[in-house]
Nanobody
Framework: QVQLVESGGGLVQPGGSLRLSCAASISVFALYVTGWYRQAPGEQRELVATITSGGTTNYAESVKGRFTISRDNAKKTVYLQMNSLKPEDTAVYYC?????????WGQGTQVTVSS
């Protein structure tokens, strides 16, 4: 069974930075496409960024140039470095891992950008 545990969320001022981590309990982590999604109150969950085991990345237009996704296959961990944060980045951030019929989600971590 795949388990994903996020950490690193919190309260930050506009313009600040946060780094999210997602630790995965997956037997062959390198096979999975991993990513971060977010959901703001009253909104649908949306893609933030994804990364393949080979390092190919994809970003939402709203975060390009500010957020960086990375992964460490040896540590079975995915990261999201968030810089120049804006109030509209406030949301619950979810880690995701997909491979074949498996589509696993973490419990989410709250990110609040406010002065």
């Amino acid at each position: 069974q795949v388990q994903l545990v996020e950490s690193g969320g919190g309260l930050v001022q506009p313009g600040g930075s946060l780094r999210l981590s997602c630790a995965a309990s997956i037997s062959v982590f390198a096979l999975y496409v991993t990513g971060w999604y977010r959901q703001a109150p009253g909104e649908q969950r949306e893609l933030v960024a994804t990364i393949t085991s080979g390092g190919t990345t994809n970003y939402a237009e709203s975060v390009k140039g500010r957020f960086t996704i990375s992964r460490d296959n040896a540590k079975k961990t995915v990261y999201l470095q968030m810089n120049s944060l804006k109030p509209e980045d406030t949301a619950v951030y979810y880690c995701n891992a997909k491979f074949a019929s498996v589509d696993a989600w973490g419990q989410g971590t709250q990110v609040t950008v406010s002065s």
